[in-house]
């Protein structure tokens, strides 16, 4: 069947805050690669994701092999198109081949997620699911040369925020509906019973082979199911009312205040360790020795003049202490350390920095972090698990200035420097 329908998405409301043009899944950030890896122009780019936060694209019409909407200017509309080659009915067949080869592919798809290996064993059979450079075809009515135009770009990032939503948008692009793709799976799921059955009668009849016999559902049904296994709870938080420490006399030169919040402390670590077990998640208490001093600093403020003394390191645990507080063992990490990461990534960032400014801004690059310079200047630094955390500069020492985001223009926007700060750094200089 041709699975060809055409659907339509409401307009996105003008955006408060600027929301991020990135993409959020993996899916649809590859898309958005594909759009800018297509472009010739940033500045057009740049203008698109400013067209798409800013309410001016219409209802986007998507059917296989094109979208389009009407984008609303001060002075005029225009009608934006992009067009994308649909699967042909060969690479269809390839593509359900895999996913009926697994019954999580369909029930992950269902669940509003693209699994990468069903990404990666289509195009292994010559089955390009998601775009890449060249692919996505742009026009507009609009007079700009450039391709695509922000109107365009616009509508691109906008889709890119409909295939975050639901990754059957990328199949209908590609030529089928959601209910033709499921309709498709359901005929082969037939078609294989019904061919086994064929098969299994006629080895009986021959006589060169046993029928192989299922279990009526009936008779399944019948019995009665087992019990469940008990479900392991893990207990709930303690506080520190809640502790009894007696009977126990602390180590010479330990204030004896202080043992109830050590014995707390070993209580939340025991529990988030048992949290972790159970729900399969890494060790989230694998710290060095600094490392933890800076957490028992962060989460037990009293402790922080004696862990300041044992360490020797006053300044660096007031602002480690403000690096954990704002983003945990990453915010330190990223506080005290650089790495590399992957430089699509930090381009990508740049670029939205670049778009989302209101005057030309110079952005320098080095390892992980991303440093204005000019009229403004701040910092934010991308940590291991992709969050980006905003710096200001007070007294010539880049400092955490707030909670990590996602979002790097998110970040950049709350480490601008304070009045007071830029006064100090002026009268510093």
Known sequence: ???????????????????????????????????????????????????????????????????????????????????VDQLSDDDWRLFLDQVAARAGHIAALLDGEMPHDLVEAAADAGVPLLPGIG????????????????????????TGWLLDEDPFVLLLIRGRSRDALLEDLQHRAGAGGASASVGGMASTASGSGSRCRGVLAAAVFEQVPGALPEVRVVPGKVALDDLVVSGTEPVPGLQSALLPLL???????????????????????????????????????????????????????ARGVQAWSYGGAPGLDVLEHTWDPDPGDLARARTELLAAADEEL???????????????????????????????????????????????TAALAVSEPLAEDVSENARDN
């Open 1 to 83: 069947m041709s699975g060809e329908e055409a659907r339509g998405f409401p307009a996105f409301p003008a955006s408060a805050g600027r929301r991020s043009t990135r993409g959020k899944s993996w899916w649809g950030r590859a898309w958005v690669q594909a759009l800018e890896d297509t472009s010739l122009d940033s500045d057009q780019l740049r203008k698109g994701r400013r067209t798409a936060n800013s309410g001016q694209v219409g209802t986007i019409t998507i059917s296989p092999g094109r979208i389009a909407a009407t984008v609303y200017s001060p002075d005029d509309t225009h009608d934006a198109v992009v067009l």
């Open 135 to 158: 692919d996505l075809d742009p026009s507009c009515t609009c007079d700009s040369w450039e391709l695509p135009c922000q109107h365009a770009a616009g509508l691109s990032y906008q």
């Open 263 to 317: 014995v707390l402390d070993a209580a939340r670590r025991a529990r988030a360790q048992l949290s972790a077990l159970l729900s399969g998640a890494p060790d989230p208490w694998v710290l060095e020795e600094w490392q933890d001093a800076v957490r028992l600093a962060a989460d037990y403020p009293v402790l922080a003049d004696r862990l300041a003394s044992a360490t020797g390191k006053t300044v660096d645990l």
């Open 362 to 408: 110079e952005i320098t690059t080095e390892h992980n972090r991303l440093t204005t310079s000019g009229a403004v200047v701040c910092q934010v630094r991308l940590d291991r698990i992709g969050r980006w955390h905003p710096y200001r500069l007070v007294d010539n020492t880049w400092t955490p200035a707030a909670p990590a985001d996602r979002d790097p």
